[in-house]
């Protein structure tokens, strides 16, 4: 059965974030992520967040299906950061993911007298990251746009934008993909998915419509494993 502290849907007025109840569902999906509850329904509507994955397995499932359940990020971070260690048993089914802006890495590199400064954005629509996983089901992962590449010079100091994973990125960690639709994202590297050092398990997986100046469906290194199965990847 159902576990009732995780059962929310769109509030609008209203004071508190509501209690997980059906009768006073939580106002925001967070609040239904963070509950420890093993599994929890979200009703249909646009949630603007930027959402951390717990922990704890959890199954997630939209009441209406992706098409009236969409997650909308801030544009400044992954739509859906999974990074503490859930396993595949984790679900999220039934929702569209879109809006995302990547999360954002500063690094500087000295080179003789020349000073680069670099700013790598990862993984529009949801980053996945070690020593996690997680199954996406029946999920559209769309319009997410991470920036293209950029680089100025000023003096010595070398400024160096680039971008990796617009739908998906996948690092050190596992996912699988089940009736996953990946589209209409953008990245330098990897438009619609970029996976180093990770697994991938792709079936009934659609890739199309991707852009980036390098590997527009998909990007995967030596290190990973993609397994698909009656998948489109183009």
């Known amino acids: 059965p159902l576990d009732p502290r995780a059962r ?9 974030g509501g ?6 569902p939580y106002h925001k999906v967070q609040s239904a992520l963070n509950s420890g509850a093993s599994c929890a329904i979200v009703g249909a509507g646009n949630y603007v967040e930027d959402l951390q994955w717990p922990a ?5 499932r939209s009441e209406e299906g992706a098409d009236d359940t969409v997650l909308t990020g801030s544009g400044t971070t992954p739509v859906l950061t999974v990074a503490s260690g859930s396993t595949a048993s984790s679900v999220l089914e039934g929702v569209t993911i879109t809006g995302g802006g990547g999360r954002k890495i500063d690094s500087t590199l ?11 954005f990862f993984g529009g629509g949801v980053s996945v990251g070690s020593p996690s996983s997680i199954t996406l089901r029946d ?11 950029a680089e100025s010079v000023v003096g010595s100091s070398h400024y160096v934008t680039t ?20 589209t209409g ?8 998915a970029y996976v180093t050092t ?35 990847v183009n």
Do not use: C, H
């Open 163 to 182: 971008s990796y994973g617009g739908g998906l990125y996948v690092q050190g960690a596992s996912i699988v993909l089940d009736d996953v639709r990946i």
């Open 56 to 60: 704890n397995d959890l199954w997630v």
């Open 19 to 24: 209690t997980g109840t059906v009768d006073d």
């Open 110 to 120: 000295v080179v003789g007298a020349s000073t680069y400064y670099y700013s790598k």
């Open 139 to 149: 999920v559209s992962v769309t319009e997410n746009e991470l920036p293209g590449y």
């Open 198 to 232: 990770g697994e991938m398990e792709g079936v009934n997986l659609l890739i199309a419509a991707n852009s980036a100046y390098s590997w527009a469906a998909l990007y995967a290194d030596a290190g990973s494993e993609i397994t698909l199965s009656a998948s489109i």
């Open 185 to 192: 994202n953008f990245a330098y590297y990897g438009g619609g």
């Open 8 to 16: 929310w849907a769109p509030r609008t007025g209203g004071a508190g």
